[in-house]
């Protein structure tokens, strides 16, 4: 069993900025992608951004140029940079990792582009 702790949803202005990380608790297994989804209001979940321990990248097509994944595999950390936010953006983003063909979820965090 993963249990995925995730920190830095809130509220933004559009065209800001916000991280948001999370960590995987210990772990004997190799977690082979971590990342993060969102759904909004009244949508289905959807990818934001995935990335594996050798570094392969997967984004929505929403989101490219703007949020950036990165990973520190020693801590099992994933981090999601998310810059020019956008209305479209607010949702619950939902921490993701899959291990041992296992697929485990974060509680989730807000984030809320508004004026």
């Known amino acids: 069993q993963v249990h995925l702790v995730e920190s830095g949803g809130g509220l933004v202005q559009p065209g800001g900025s916000l991280r948001l990380s999370c960590t995987a608790s210990?772990?004997?297994?190799?977690?082979?992608?971590m990342g993060w989804y969102r759904q909004a209001p009244g949508k289905q979940r959807e990818l934001v951004a995935t990335?594996?321990?050798?570094?392969?990248?997967s984004n929505a097509d929403s989101v490219k140029g703007r949020f950036t994944i990165s990973r520190d595999n020693p801590k099992n950390t994933v981090y999601l940079q998310m810059n020019s936010l956008k209305f479209e953006d607010t949702a619950v983003y939902y921490c993701?990792?899959?291990?041992?063909?296992?697929?485990?979820w974060g509680q989730g965090t807000q984030v809320t582009v508004s004026s």
């Open positions: 993701y990792c899959r291990s041992l063909g296992n697929d485990y």
């Open positions: 210990e772990t004997p297994f190799i977690i082979h992608v």
């Open positions: 990335m594996t321990n050798t570094d392969r990248i």
